[in-house]
């Protein structure tokens, strides 16, 4: 008898692509093809790329480059790369590596089967006109009570420094009646807590449906008990997704905002249209309606232009907002941006700044968790934890937390208080 063939994938870059890795080993699943997680026992290795920033991009070659010594043993190995680097440089990828099989972009890796299936090296990197999501296979059952659901894919923002309007298209929302049947089905499959996935998530249009309608319809859905929702332009904010941040449980206190400078000057240059004053006010209306709120934000240090008064301005901008966690990286050109034509800082300006700036979000991050200690938040425990009688889960903040409970079950939501906080993670014992 002969078994599965078996797929491995690596997934690079953002929470898109994990939901796109997922979908895919789901596709290549009705094919026959189960997971593994070792690239030494697979027919079948696919590398699910970013393009953002360049070693996230050069990272690829390196792995093809580690892959060589398995495709000559197996010359029936096929390699695959998907994602954005697949979207921005196509057949090139194969001129370079001619070790790789087939280049799928993310909005054709509904073809995958197919192409895995020619013969010869293939590339589709279309914006087929077909969605996907149609001609992909149903949710299959999923690994734990926590899932991601795409709802809109593409921007239109153009920032001047960004590759995803490139290589994701223009905004596409899916329509909510999908949405809403996919949630379900995810909720009969044991998942409590949905985070609603964009590139703009807020500039969601579903017919008239915005993201606060379907923020709103998916609270109705029994047995769904957590939603989240990234990643917002402060631009898209619309006043009901604010409200219901107030008055609708079920949505969870954690925003993930990204800012990218606190210089109105680098703002502008970076075609983010709006000021850091807005984004503030933006910022406080979030807090009004939900006091406890978690706010996290990105970072872009040492933007062409960018001066030491700049910078100043985002640190003050990172004092004023006190930020629960923040993800910040040194300007990387990207080619074909805007911003790739102008003179770039010399490194070891964005070294400092980068350093400066982490170890302000890192205080920040420390004093937020120290701020939870006594309080009594939800836990969805996800694990069992590494010691004995130790549930591990995410609180409603999204902070990882280690619970003492002999009894407790994965996919269980319980209350907890928490009792102690370390580098990364809470730790809080079981109420009730
Ligand atoms: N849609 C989201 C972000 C997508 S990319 C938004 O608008 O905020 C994720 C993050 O990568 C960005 O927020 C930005 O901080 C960072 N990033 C994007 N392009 C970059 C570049 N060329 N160099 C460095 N960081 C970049
Ligand atoms: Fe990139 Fe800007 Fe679009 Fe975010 S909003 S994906 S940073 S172009
Ligand atoms: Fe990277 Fe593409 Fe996501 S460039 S950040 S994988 S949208």
Redesign the pocket.
């Known amino acids: 008898m002969s078994s599965a063939k078996k797929l491995f994938i690596k997934t690079y870059g953002?929470q898109m692509n994990v939901y796109d890795s997922e979908r895919m080993a789901e596709a290549m699943g009705a094919e026959g093809y189960v997971t593994t997680d070792r690239p030494e026992d697979a027919d079948m290795v696919l590398l699910n790329t970013c393009h953002?920033?360049e070693k996230a991009s050069e990272k690829l070659y390196s792995d093809l480059g580690r892959l060589r010594p398995l495709k000559n043993a197996r010359p029936d190995l096929k390699i695959g790369v998907a994602g954005c680097v697949a979207q921005a440089e196509g057949a090139e990828i194969i001129r370079r590596m001619p070790l790789v099989d087939l280049v799928v972009g993310p909005q054709s890796y509904h073809r995958l089967p197919d192409m895995v299936k020619s013969k010869g090296a293939v590339v589709d990197t279309d914006f087929p006109a077909e969605d996907k999501f149609d001609h992909l296979p149903k949710r299959k059952a999923l690994r734990g009570p926590t899932a991601f659901l795409t709802v809109q894919e593409g921007?239109d923002?153009f920032?001047a420094?960004?590759v995803?309007p490139y290589t994701r298209g223009a905004e596409v929302s899916r329509p909510p009646e999908r949405l809403i049947a996919e949630a379900r089905d995810l909720v009969e499959r044991g998942v409590k807590d949905i985070t609603l996935l964009g590139?703009?998530v807020n500039a969601y249009h579903g017919g008239d449906w915005t993201l606060a309608r379907l923020v709103r319809e998916l609270a109705r859905v029994d047995g769904l008990e957590r939603i989240r929702y990234t990643?917002s332009?402060p631009n898209d904010m619309e006043d009901d997704l604010i409200a219901a941040h107030g008055d609708e449980a079920k949505l969870m206190p954690y925003l993930h905002l990204?800012v990218?400078s606190g210089s109105d000057r680098i703002l502008k240059a970076m075609n983010r249209k709006h000021t850091a004053e807005q984004y503030l006010r933006l910022i406080e209306r979030f807090r009004t309606a939900r006091p406890d709120i978690l706010l996290t934000s990105?970072?872009?240090v040492a933007f062409p232009g960018e001066t030491d008064e700049d910078h100043r301005a985002t640190m003050d901008l990172i004092r004023e907002v006190h930020y629960g966690a923040a993800?910040s990286?040194k300007?990387?050109a990207?080619p074909g941006t805007p911003a790739a034509e102008k003179p770039e800082l010399a490194p070891e300006i964005g070294d400092a700044r980068l350093q400066e700036l982490q170890a302000l979000i890192t205080t920040q991050q420390r004093a937020t968790q120290e701020a939870m200690v006594g309080r009594e938040v939800g836990v969805l425990y996800e694990k069992a934890g590494r010691l004995e009688n130790q549930m591990v889960g995410k609180s409603d903040h999204l902070h990882a937390v280690h619970v003492e409970d002999a009894a407790g079950q994965v996919g269980e939501l319980v209350r907890v208080r928490i009792t102690a906080s370390s580098t990364n993670s809470l730790s809080g014992v079981r109420l009730g």
């Open positions: 953002c953002i920033r921007c923002k920032c420094f960004c995803v590139q703009n990643t332009h990204p990218q990105d970072f872009i993800y990286f300007y990387s990207r």
